[in-house]
């Protein structure tokens, strides 16, 4: 039997990662599945319980911008659920609930409270409503990091009722952790 040679064996390696790094990290905002194996937002409010015996909140910056191609105004509720590979997950119901949020081609800036997590890494946004709405980008400002956000771009128009985002969360080797990831809401204030 002969050994193939080392840089061979070597080339393929770097082959096979960088394909799995590319399939993992899509540049194109994809609606939420049940399988991504991530928290599930609701609107119902965790008790600490829930979260652990005093649960720190941690209060993130979050700007987002709204696209020159968006309706002048929008009356729509739009929400937001970022987190952490670890399941810690920020969420907040209903953004923008003053006049002139989401106003075309502004940026508006919130502060939301949630679960401390380590490294935003997946992001969705929900629109619910008739008038439509088109958010160019999200940046994600966390309190342990604040010089360096976490940018995600989406450039197309909010499908209705869907949660739609990314997660360029990677896949933890092993999800054998014993407590249940819970969707803690936020709090969430115009800045």
């Not at 979050?62 to 020159?68: D, L, W």
């Not at 502060?111 to 890494?121: A, N, T």
């Not at 209705?160 to 896949?171: A, K, L, Q, S, T």
């Amino acid at each position: 039997m002969a050994m193939a040679p080392p840089r061979l064996l070597l080339l393929l390696a770097l082959f096979a990662c960088l394909s799995l790094v590319s399939a993992t990290l899509s540049p194109r905002p994809l609606p939420r599945t049940d399988d991504d194996g991530l928290a599930r937002t609701t609107g119902s409010s965790s008790s600490s319980s829930e979260r652990g015996v005093g649960a720190r909140t941690c209060w993130y910056t979050v700007q987002i911008k709204t696209s020159c191609s968006s309706p002048a105004r929008t009356s729509d509720a739009i929400s937001l659920a970022f987190g952490d590979v670890y399941r810690d997950e920020v969420y907040a119901a209903r953004l923008g609930g003053a006049a002139g949020a989401f106003d075309r081609c502004a940026t508006d800036t919130f502060k939301i409270g949630g679960p401390c997590g380590y490294g935003v890494c997946y992001l969705y946004l929900r629109r619910a409503g008739r008038t439509g709405w088109t958010p160019e980008w999200v940046r994600v400002y966390e309190p342990t990091a604040p010089s360096a956000p976490s940018t995600f771009r989406y450039g197309d128009p909010l499908p209705n009722n869907v949660w739609y985002g990314f997660n360029r969360c990677p896949r933890l080797a092993s999800s054998s952790s014993s407590s249940s990831p819970s969707s803690a809401a936020g709090a969430a204030q115009a800045m």
